[in-house]
């Protein structure tokens, strides 16, 4: 199993630019989340989704959006990105049925 | 949503048992307590994790105060790969109407490991 994969690893954008950070997981997991980590921060809690058509906000939701049309997908959008976006993060997956998170490897992102 | 309280840093020697503590004061009766750990320039791994009885695997060991308030994981013997930021969180079961879906991290405690 690939488990949780995110593309791209890094990426530098300028200041109003917008992306998309893709995130994939082959595990049929209901439960799918961003986060973002920032130089010695845990991990901050972006946006969420419970399943297919339902996401919700977290803890630092300005500035992202995400949709989750099908249960492996949910894809992290930066609409205009702004230097405070400058950040590693990661999406997550799991399963109801034993709460153990999966984490992707993390995306770099630099604005400048 | 409860809350956990962990020492910013730790130190250890290899091929010693380290013990790092979790303190979660708040925690209802449908917490579970799971710890997390994030290598260097990695996504955070799963650890362990448990209600209210001891448990084990292969990793570590989580050992639970009796009235819940706090935790220790138990490392039995540190390697230098050890080395990492250990999260302790909580995630409700969702059994109650709780959010079980919104778990969040704290900054954990960077485990250092001396050869």
């Known amino acids: 199993n690939a488990g949780v994969t995110q593309t791209p690893k890094f990426q530098v954008l300028k200041t109003g630019q917008s992306m998309t950070l893709q995130c994939a997981q082959d595990?049929?997991?209901?439960?799918m989340s961003w986060y973002r980590q920032d130089p010695g921060m845990g991990l901050r809690l972006i946006h969420y989704?419970?399943?297919?058509?339902?996401?919700d906000q977290g803890e630092v939701p300005n500035g992202y959006n995400v949709s989750r049309s099908t249960t492996e997908d949910f894809p992290l959008r930066l609409l205009s990105a702004a230097p405070s976006q400058t950040s590693v993060y990661f999406c997550?997956?799991?399963?109801?049925?034993?709460?153990?998170?999966?984490f992707g490897e993390g995306s770099r992102l630099t604005v400048l | 949503d409860a809350k956990t309280t962990q020492p910013n840093s730790m130190e250890s020697n290899e091929e010693e048992p380290v013990h790092l503590p979790c303190n979660h004061s708040?925690?209802?009766?449908?917490?579970?307590i799971h710890w997390y750990r994030q290598l260097p320039s990695q996504g955070p791994e799963y650890v362990i994790h448990?209600?209210?009885s001891n448990v084990n695997n292969r990793m570590a060991s989580l050992a639970i105060a009796e009235d819940r308030k706090s935790s220790t994981l138990i490392l039995h013997r540190a390697t230098l790969r050890d080395a990492a930021v250990y999260y302790c969180?909580?995630?409700?079961?969702?059994?109650?109407?709780?959010?079980?879906?919104?778990?969040?991290f704290g900054k954990g405690t960077l485990l250092t490991v001396n050869p």
């Open positions: 989704s419970v399943g297919a058509g339902i996401t």
């Open positions: 448990g209600l209210t």
């Open positions: 997550a997956s799991w399963t109801a049925n034993t709460g153990e998170l999966f």
């Open positions: 708040t925690i209802s009766g449908t917490d579970y």
């Open positions: 969180i909580l995630r409700d079961d969702g059994s109650s109407g709780g959010s079980n879906y919104k778990l969040t």
């Open positions: 595990m049929n997991h209901e439960y």
